[in-house]
């Protein structure tokens, strides 16, 4: 055949990939990027920002996270905090899947939620923090209730999209072949809407995390979000920036995390990542 | 005719659309003798795929019934496999996954089915392609993957629609050569949808003209080129004569419907 061209085109999607972040070969630039702004951030707050109010070193950052954690509160803020945000975001998974996939196959429960969804998704929804620390008081409930409340709304609206886009054509093949319902639900409607799920997971992520630190604000007897808190009422700067900086990491890693699931899961959508 | 697997028996078919009804399909009536390969001709939207789709099982006639062994055909069945117009592969499947699809469905151990599938796949040309992504390959091979999975369930009757329009004309010429090879193998019954007129004929036992508004049959031409057919064929007289008489016939269809477009709303 004329067609082996095709063959010979080499790399393979989906393989020879740091996982998650970029093919091989190319996670250098990320590497690059991390030290150039964390080198530009030690110079400049020791030449040009030296107010240690707004801004410290890293290195000082560094030395206090090191004081911290050998005192042990740090690892009991971040343990509650990742805690509180795993069971938020599970929670928010859950019901956004199931929500979401609902509404896509009967369109009376479209009907019903689809105003309510649409208009919660688009709200600070982080506003009713205050209000779920009064109703679910500041232990853990409170922030899983919010992490889960302002992560379920991409998911279901992804969920949704995903499983509406699914083509016609598709069904009518699996038709065809006589699949059964369920068989159809299996083979046809999960693999087809799984990148769109994945999508609004990616995005659940940092909705997630928000409510978690932002309803620890309000009220918390441990967490990341308690020691920003506190940090910035003694103008503890370093220590902010840590816990920040352990966030936005965690962020970061959960969410490459879910792009290598994605490429697992979905692996003829990974050339679209190229 | 001898030993008819599939009759289609006065099927018409309306469809309402904002309380008006359309008729697509006005009485139409013809049977297809096991083995046979009868492609059926006409202008667009004059009904083929709907016709198709009702043999196929996958809508219902208003009226009228295809039978297909005798047996009323009352949804798809596993006496026939549909080879989709547009490229209707699944993508998050593999090559070799796709052409597993049907077996799969019907519950064919994963050992077993791809045994039967691999060996499908050297036969449409596709031998070490499995585990490809269908957008990693051509639009030549997939729709050999298409035809591969329609041949995966050993259907009876096999229903193309235009399963070549989207391909350049050497790959065309090419698939065309393959699937008189795999059908005469096979020896499968054909139902074959296409614009094209050359490769009706080159194809065909029959080619059924169909015209529009509404769709019915207005001749059943019988091709009586010997086989196996090269492609030389193609430059004969004698087929250059089937084709300018069906082209005469669509030109004539064609002209007739221009000329009675109704003034609609
Ligand atoms: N589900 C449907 N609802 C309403 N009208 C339909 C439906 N499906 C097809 N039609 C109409 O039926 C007519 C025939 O359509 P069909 O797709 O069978 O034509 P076709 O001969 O296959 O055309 P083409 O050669 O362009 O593929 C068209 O006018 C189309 O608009
Ligand atoms: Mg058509």
């Known amino acids: ?274 | 005719m001898t030993d008819p697997i599939l009759s289609v028996e006065q099927v018409t078919k309306q469809f309402v659309k904002d309380g008006k009804s359309t008729e697509v399909l006005g009485q139409i009536s013809f049977t297809v003798g096991r083995g046979e390969f009868v492609a059926l001709v006409g202008p667009s939207g004059c009904g083929k795929t709907t016709l198709l789709r009702i043999i196929a099982g996958l809508v219902a006639a208003s009226s009228g019934a295809v039978r297909v062994n005798g047996r009323v055909v009352s949804g798809p069945g596993p006496d026939r496999a549909m080879v989709f117009q547009q490229d209707s592969l699944f993508p998050w499947r593999t090559v070799l996954q796709n052409v597993r699809f049907g077996l799969e469905v019907r519950g064919v151990g994963r050992r077993q089915a791809d045994a039967l599938c691999l060996g499908l796949l050297e036969r449409v040309g596709l031998g070490g392609f499995g585990s490809y992504y269908p957008h990693e390959v051509s639009g030549g091979m997939r729709q050999r993957v298409n035809l591969a999975r329609a041949l995966a369930v050993d259907p009876e009757i096999l229903l193309m629609d235009e399963p070549f329009a989207a391909l350049d004309a050497q790959t065309r010429e090419l698939m065309q050569m393959e699937l008189l090879r795999i059908w005469s193998d096979a020896r499968k019954t054909v139902i074959f949808v296409t614009h094209q007129i050359d490769e009706a004929c080159y194809l065909a036992d029959r080619v059924l003209v169909m015209a529009s508004r509404p769709g019915r049959i207005v001749e059943d031409i019988p091709i009586d080129i010997p086989r196996p057919r090269p492609l030389q064929v193609k430059r004969t007289g004698e087929f250059g004569r089937y084709v300018d008489h069906i082209w005469g016939l669509l030109e004539k269809e064609v002209r007739r419907a221009a000329l009675t477009v109704p003034s609609e709303g």
Not at chain 1, 18 to 42: D, K, M, Q, T
Not at chain 1, 107 to 116: C, I, K, R, S
């Open chain 1, 1 to 274: 055949m004329a067609e082996t061209a095709v063959k010979a085109r080499g790399r393979r999607p989906g393989r020879a990939r740091l996982p998650g972040i970029l093919p091989r070969g190319r996670g250098w630039r990320v590497l690059l990027s991390v030290l150039a702004v964390a080198g530009i951030w030690e110079v400049s707050t020791r030449t040009v920002f030296t107010n240690p109010l707004i801004i410290v070193p890293l290195s000082r950052v560094a030395e206090r996270t090191a004081a911290l954690a050998a005192s042990g509160t740090l690892w009991r803020d971040i343990y509650t905090s990742l805690a509180e945000f795993a069971l938020g975001f599970a929670i928010a998974a859950v019901v956004g899947i199931t929500v979401g996939a609902l509404m896509a196959v009967s369109d009376a429960v479209h009907d019903f939620l689809t105003v309510w969804v649409s208009a919660l998704y688009a709200t600070p929804t982080v506003a009713v923090a205050p209000i779920f620390i009064i109703w679910f008081g500041i232990g853990w409930e409170s922030k899983i209730a919010v992490a889960a409340l302002l992560a379920v709304f991409p998911i279901i609206i992804n969920t949704e999209a995903g499983i509406r886009a699914c083509d016609r054509h598709w069904l009518e093949v699996a038709r065809s072949f006589q699949a059964t319902g369920f068989q159809t639900f299996r083979m046809v409607l999960v693999p087809a809407s799984l990148p769109f799920i994945i999508a609004g997971l990616r995005l659940a992520v940092g909705r997630a995390l928000v409510g978690v630190v932002v309803a620890e604000f309000f009220g918390a007897r441990s967490g990341l979000g308690l020691l920003i808190l506190s940090s910035s009422q003694v103008f503890d700067t370093a220590a902010l920036f840590m816990a920040v900086i352990i966030l936005a990491g965690f962020g970061a890693l959960m969410v490459s995390l879910l792009s290598t699931l994605e490429r697992k899961l979905a692996p003829w959508r990974a050339h679209s990542h190229d």
